[in-house]
């Protein structure tokens, strides 16, 4: 009974030194450690080797005092005795480049291997992130995080939170979807709004099938997550119908939204109301996403996986996170669903971190496209990134626990 307790509580306060220690990394700049399977044993057996002397030390009425201090010591001791034992692996591949829609996808993925660390990502106006190219992808199966991003994006935008991610045991995967990425602006693929969503199920395929690409995957503990546009492909995947008529009509009578201006995306298709359900989704997250208002109240309603809901508290102009976040989460199931306003943070405030001087830099090659690089008053980007990756870091605990 006593060893049984001993191992429960070392798994809570396990992940509760987690987060504590993304905390101290934000804070101290530290570089943070990732908790998987063997390090878990690790801990315990540390906790089953001293359980008798923390027994001893302690009077009868002290004893649970004394075995939280104990427990939470030697957690920390064995925390940082295998500081930095994991890295970050990264690699690119390209998936179904005989098709007519090819994708490009990247993939981080935690690896036991050291060597010097590159980085990827990185552009004169963005900061990139520190990697292991082509590493060996650690052993055990791990659980998947597919990315979506926003319309003109690419896979660097999110590689910030694909980075920490993989620190925890996830691999993360991230494709630049044809037609709506910054490489590809192809008319022809931007019409076809309905492959974006199939694009995150056809890179599910190709990891789940291949294991030498960033590990083994855990088929029960599958998430997705976009921003913008991909926060409408990964509520997409979740189960959510789409209504070209109804988001017609909402653009003619509602508040106006700039996604109603996306010609290029053929948003009147009938296409578009196809099922683009992946049931394999067990928990997804947008970031400030767009087009919510064209999803059928009643197909939202009907979703059954966990939903993390994060917009921003600011409005960049026809974008109320209000009329898009706050429309989703009325319509969501409650007690499977969170929502979070975060009030310094602006459309763009979810991409990478700016370099000094980015918005400049930005606005002279791009007159008006400066703003990706704009946040709030009160908090910076990497303040806003702190508590984004909290949130979905605890929100995937949650929703796909360690089996």
């Not at 998987?36 to 009868?60: D, E, H, Q, Y």
């Not at 926060?231 to 959510?240: D, N, P, R």
């Not at 943070?345 to 700016?354: D, G, N, P, T």
């Amino acid at each position: 009974m006593e060893l049984k307790l001993a191992h429960g509580y070392v798994r809570s306060a396990s992940l509760y030194h987690q987060r504590s220690a993304m905390r101290t990394e934000r804070a101290f700049g530290l570089r943070r450690i990732s908790l998987n399977k063997p390090v878990l044993n690790r801990v315990s057996g540390l906790i089953v080797r001293f359980w008798p002397v923390c027994l001893l030390r302690s009077g009868p009425r002290n004893d649970l005092k004394m075995l939280k201090i104990s427990l939470s010591a030697i957690a920390l001791i064995a925390l940082t005795s295998i500081a930095q034992a994991d890295s970050v692996g990264f690699r690119t591949i390209g998936i179904g480049g005989e098709t007519p829609r090819p994708l490009n996808v990247a993939l981080w993925y935690p690896s036991t291997e050291a060597g010097p660390e590159t980085i990827v990502g990185e552009t004169p106006a963005f900061v990139g992130t520190k990697v292991l190219r082509n590493a060996q992808p650690s052993e055990g199966a791990h659980p998947l995080v597919v990315l979506s991003h926003g319309y003109g994006g690419t896979w660097r935008n999110l590689s910030w939170l694909a980075e920490e991610l993989a620190k925890d045991g996830y691999a993360v995967a991230a494709p630049d979807h044809p037609g709506t990425t910054h490489f590809n602006r192809d008319p022809q693929q931007a019409a076809m709004l309905r492959e974006r969503p199939r694009d995150l199920s056809r890179v599910i395929d190709a990891l789940a099938g291949d294991p030498a690409l960033a590990g083994a995957i855990d088929p029960g503990r599958i998430a997705a997550i976009g921003h913008s546009l991909g926060g409408w492909s990964v509520t997409a995947l979740a189960g959510a119908r789409f209504d070209p008529d109804l988001f017609a009509q909402e653009c003619a009578s509602g508040p106006r939204s700039r996604a109603c201006a996306l010609d290029d995306l053929n948003l009147t298709a009938p296409a578009l109301g196809q099922d683009m359900h992946d049931p394999r989704i067990r928990a997804f997250v947008t970031l400030d996403l767009g087009m919510a208002r064209g999803f059928t109240p009643e197909s939202v309603a009907g979703i059954t996986v966990p939903a993390l809901l994060i917009g921003a508290g600011i409005d960049i102009g026809d974008l109320p996170a209000e009329q898009e976040t706050g429309w989703l989460a009325r319509y969501l199931p409650s007690e499977t669903t969170e929502t979070i306003i975060l009030p310094d943070a602006m459309h763009f405030s979810f991409l990478q971190l700016c370099k000094p001087g980015a918005e400049a830099l930005i606005e002279t090659e791009d007159p008006g496209d400066g703003i990706v690089c704009r946040d709030g008053k009160e908090q910076g980007r990497a303040a806003i990134h702190a508590e984004v990756l909290d949130r979905v870091t605890a929100f995937l605990d949650r929703s796909m626990p360690p089996r």
